[in-house]
């Protein structure tokens, strides 16, 4: 049976689920030691994309999983449980997934980190992913003010020429009202 119209559907956000091979409190103490939660051969790499980042102003935190999740949500969800705890911004990799999670940097610059990220290679993902969070962004502000400015140079201008119209046909009415015009609008030449 279909629900009617009359009929009410509550609709819930579907709860942050982690991974089930994860073990939250251990990733959690390994991110709180070094900023880093992986496998022993990619610590010291990913340890230097941390550092690299700290240089730059920004609290990365880096989580590595061996296993595929079963869904790609979940480790944007696994990123966001770390971020909520730790702060910052926090990347989780995993074979063929990447998730992401930041209290500072907008969604739309992590999810294009996100796409620089899908290498095979923890420590070149991570690298990819700051390169892109690093990159300078549009300069919204100028571009603004520079739109506002030509937006008013257009509207001055428009005005001035319907001032300048206005003026010319109000002088053509008053010498017309005075017989100064001819038929055609011509101002006779002994009257210039």
Same mark, same amino acid.
């Given at each position: 049976?279909?629900?009617?119209?009359?009929?009410?559907?509550?609709?819930?956000?579907?709860?942050?689920?982690?991974?089930?091979?994860?073990?939250?409190?251990?990733?959690?103490?390994?991110?709180?030691?070094?900023?880093?939660?992986?496998?022993?051969?990619?610590?010291?790499?990913?340890?230097?994309?941390?550092?690299?980042?700290?240089?730059?102003?920004?609290?990365?935190?880096?989580?590595?999983?061996?296993?595929?999740?079963?869904?790609?949500?979940?480790? /944007?969800?696994?990123?966001?449980?770390?971020?909520?705890?730790?702060?910052?911004?926090?990347?989780?990799?995993?074979?063929?997934?990447?998730?992401?999670?930041?209290?500072?940097?907008?969604?739309?610059?992590?999810?294009?980190?996100?796409?620089?990220?899908?290498?095979?290679?923890?420590?070149?993902?991570?690298?990819?992913?700051?390169?892109?969070?690093?990159?300078?962004?549009?300069?919204?502000?100028?571009?603004?003010?520079?739109?506002?400015?030509?937006?008013?140079?257009?509207?001055?201008?428009?005005?001035?020429?319907?001032?300048?119209?206005?003026?010319?046909?109000?002088?053509?009415?008053?010498? /017309?009202?005075?017989?100064?015009?001819?038929?055609?609008?011509?101002?006779?030449?002994?009257?210039?």
């Amino acid at each position: 049976m279909s629900p009617s119209p009359s009929d009410h559907i509550l609709s819930m956000p579907a709860p942050a689920e982690v991974p089930t091979f994860v073990d939250l409190s251990s990733t959690l103490a390994d991110v709180a030691d070094d900023g880093v939660a992986a496998p022993g051969k990619d610590v010291a790499g990913l340890e230097g994309v941390v550092a690299r980042a700290s240089e730059h102003g920004i609290d990365l935190s880096i989580v590595v999983v061996d296993a595929p999740a079963p869904l790609d949500s979940q480790l /944007r969800d696994l990123a966001t449980s770390v971020g909520a705890t730790d702060g910052g911004t926090v990347l989780v990799l995993g074979p063929g997934q990447v998730g992401t999670f930041s209290d500072s940097i907008d969604r739309v610059t992590l999810e294009a980190g996100q796409d620089q990220a899908y290498t095979g290679d923890p420590v070149a993902s991570a690298n990819n992913f700051l390169d892109v969070v690093l990159e300078p962004g549009t300069p919204w502000t100028a571009l603004t003010v520079a739109l506002v400015l030509v937006v008013a140079a257009v509207l001055s201008g428009t005005w001035w020429a319907n001032a300048r119209r206005y003026d010319a046909a109000r002088v053509t009415a008053d010498r /017309r009202a005075r017989g100064q015009v001819t038929d055609g609008g011509a101002i006779p030449a002994d009257d210039l």
